[in-house]
């Protein structure tokens, strides 16, 4: 069964810290994911990576900036957080060969005062 | 305009209902048409995924694409409360890592 966590549930940060998002997953994935959701937009895509140390960015990637250093492991990290980036952040991976079928992480709510 | 719209709803029935939720596309060149589920404080999981136009049909579930006027569906039968949760559409190109979510639509099943 494919599991996707991720390092915190609800976190709270102020305007300005850098703030730094975890995912690991443990089925050997070679696509993962970073989402942002927000009501009435949807799921926004904001990097993805298909390999260690590859990236690239998604829609809305200004911001944030990611980290893929092992195979199981995709950071996302916020350098100088602002209120417009509190939302809830998902995570996902997919296989190669199969990447229409994404596998989400339980998503970290973050809130920057 | 958004490249997948989707009616946010929220979009409450009576258990034992058949549900209807609908999306379109704009971008021609999706082959690839997904639905998760979202329930409240937890990730979204796949439902059913269809490949170019056609139904897919897994139990009370069936999903529907029509490419010619790019609408995509899914039909809940003999909804239950348990299924009352967030349903997002998605659509994806091939050769690409990109699928485009649409907002969800947001399903209440009354008992």
């Known amino acids: 069964d494919v599991k996707v966590t991720q390092s915190s549930r609800y976190l709270v940060k102020r305007t300005g810290e850098k703030v730094f998002l975890e995912c690991v997953q443990d089925?050997?994935?070679?696509?993962m994911f970073w989402y942002r959701q927000d009501p009435g937009l949807g799921l926004r895509l904001i990097y993805f990576?298909?390999?260690?140390?590859?990236?690239e960015k998604g829609d809305i990637p200004e911001g944030y900036s990611v980290s893929r250093e092992k195979k199981e492991r995709f950071s996302l990290i916020l350098e100088s957080a602002s209120t417009n980036q509190t939302s809830m952040y998902l995570c996902?991976?997919?296989?190669?060969?199969?990447?229409?079928?994404?596998?989400f992480g339980p998503g970290t709510r973050l809130l920057v005062l | 305009q958004k490249e997948v719209e989707q009616d946010p709803g929220p979009l409450s029935v009576p258990e034992g209902a058949i549900v209807s939720l609908n999306c379109t596309y704009s971008n021609s060149a999706f082959q690839y048409f997904m639905w998760y589920r979202q329930y409240s404080r937890k990730g979204p999981e796949l439902l059913m995924y269809t490949y170019s136009s056609g139904n897919k049909e897994d139990g009370r579930f069936t999903a529907q694409v029509d490419k010619s006027s790019k609408y995509i569906s899914l039909f809940i039968r003999d909804s239950q409360p348990s299924d009352s949760a967030t349903y997002l559409c998605?659509?994806?190109?091939?050769?690409?890592?990109?699928?485009?979510f649409g907002a969800g639509t947001r399903l209440f099943v009354k008992a």
């Open positions: 990576s298909y390999d260690v140390k590859m990236k």
């Open positions: 089925m050997d994935h070679e696509n």
């Open positions: 998605a659509a994806e190109g091939t050769g690409g890592f990109k699928t485009i």
């Open positions: 996902a991976s997919s296989s190669g060969q199969n990447q229409e079928t994404q596998y």
